[in-house]
Structures are given as C-alpha cells and as structure tokens.
Nanobody, 120 residues
Framework: HVQLVESGGGSVQVGGSLRLSCAASGLTYSRYCMGWFRQAPGKEREWVAH???????AVADSLKGRFTISQASTNYTVYLQMNRLKPEDTAMYYC???????????????WGQGTQVTVS
C-alpha cells in the first residue's frame, strides 16, 4: 500500500520561507521519481519540481532560485524548500510518485492528500 504524506504547510508572510516534507512508504523508493505539484483555486495543477531516482533535481523555471527540492537517502522523505514566498505561491501543494521525470500530472501514479500554503 503506497502512501505519501505531506506536511509543513501553513500561513506565512510575504518573503517568508516554508519547508514541505513528503514521507513515502510502500514503494521502492529508488525506482520512482518524486514530484511536487501545486494547485490554486480555479487553476490547473501545476508542476513545481521533481527529483528522480538518481537524485537529479528539476525545478520549474519560474521558481528557480526560490524553490529547492531534495531528498533524504535514509527515510524516504522528499523536501521542498520554499524561500521568498509570494502571494501567488498560495496553493495546495501535492507530493506525487511516478516512473521517470515528468512535468505532467498524468505521469504520476500516486498522490498525497496535499498541504495548504497561504502567503499573505
């Protein structure tokens, strides 16, 4: 049973930082690409970043320099460090697992329930 559990969301002031965590269980971690997506009300789900099984990260161009994705090698946890947050970063943030690096939500097999980030 695959489970992805996000944590770390919350309310933060403009310019602040948050670190989201995604704890994965029930999957062979080394075979999966772990991604972060976000979805604001009335908008489509948007790819934020992913990290593939060999540890190579990728971040959306519009977020580079502010967002960083990383993984813990020992406890199947993926992190999204978000700095200099802006109101437009307000969204539900989702963790996902799939095969191969992709920016398309359909390429991911498993999803967490999401964690809300509000920037004001």
């Amino acid at each position: 049973h695959v489970q992805l559990v996000e944590s770390g969301g919350g309310s933060v002031q403009v310019g602040g930082s948050l670190r989201l965590s995604c704890a994965a269980s029930g999957l062979t971690y080394s075979r999966y690409c772990m991604g972060w997506f976000r979805q604001a009300p009335g908008k489509e789900r948007e790819w934020v970043a992913h990290i593939i099984s060999d540890g190579r990260p990728a971040v959306a161009d519009s977020l580079k320099g502010r967002f960083t994705i990383s993984q813990a090698s020992t406890n199947y946890t993926v992190y999204l460090q978000m700095n200099r947050l802006k109101p437009e970063d307000t969204a539900m943030y989702y963790c996902a697992a799939g095969y191969g690096g992709s920016v398309h939500p359909d390429a991911y097999n498993y999803w967490g329930q999401g964690t809300q980030v509000t920037v004001s």
